[in-house]
């Protein structure tokens, strides 16, 4: 399952609420030193929104592990620090599901779909004002970057959600809100698990 959205629409939360488990796909981000990072036009900022921030091969080969093996290694990044710290163990065992979240996850749509390893897509949304609410309290909160970097990034994503939605449905995700992504999640679970015990 690929749950995408807006920066703060929820997808973490919803995440840990599903009960899958869960690869972070955040954790694919390019590091800071990275020459090939996308900055935001006229300004030094760099674009962390744009997907050419982003290592998707690298997560499209944690994927396939994953359903291949049940397990893989990743990136552990730090946001703060714009820096991956060092690389972690995910082991989903003979689980049949698991969720992948991540502001990118719909760049993966047509590439999973392709491999046999896609059950859903899903793209949270919740509103442009309470988007940038939510993002704005949990980055300050974590100190994600600098207050000023925060409110530029917050305001112009804010004007900016409608198309990254627009773009995210286009790549194939399904636009929801958390209480229909939950059944969604649910009904994806119950059907490949009821697929994997007749297998068996």
Request: glycine share 8%; net charge positive; charged share 25%.
């Amino acid at each position: 399952m690929l749950l995408c959205g807006p920066s703060g629409s929820g997808k973490s939360l919803l995440a840990a609420r599903s009960g899958l488990p869960v690869l972070r796909l955040d954790d694919f981000y390019k590091e800071g030193t990275d020459p090939t990072l996308p900055t935001v036009p006229q300004s030094s900022d760099i674009d962390w929104d744009h997907p050419g921030s982003w290592d998707a091969d690298a997560a499209v080969a944690a994927i396939a592990e994953l359903c291949g093996t049940g397990r893989t290694r990743v990136p552990v990044y730090d946001l703060s620090l714009s820096a991956r710290t060092g690389a972690e163990a995910v082991d989903i065992g003979r689980t049949p599901l698991f969720l992948a979240e991540g502001i990118f996850a719909a760049e993966l749509v047509t590439r999973c779909r392709e491999l046999g390893l896609l059950a859903d897509a899903l793209c949270l949304s919740r509103g442009p004002v309470t988007t940038f609410r939510r993002r704005f309290v949990r980055d300050l909160r974590e100190g994600r970057k600098s207050v000023p970097f925060l409110l530029r990034r917050g305001w112009r994503l804010m004007r900016q959600e409608r198309s990254v939605i627009a773009r995210q449905t286009a790549l194939g995700a399904y636009a929801c809100d958390r209480d229909e992504a939950m059944g969604r999640l649910a009904d994806a679970a119950a059907g490949r698990c009821a697929t994997a015990r007749t297998a068996a």
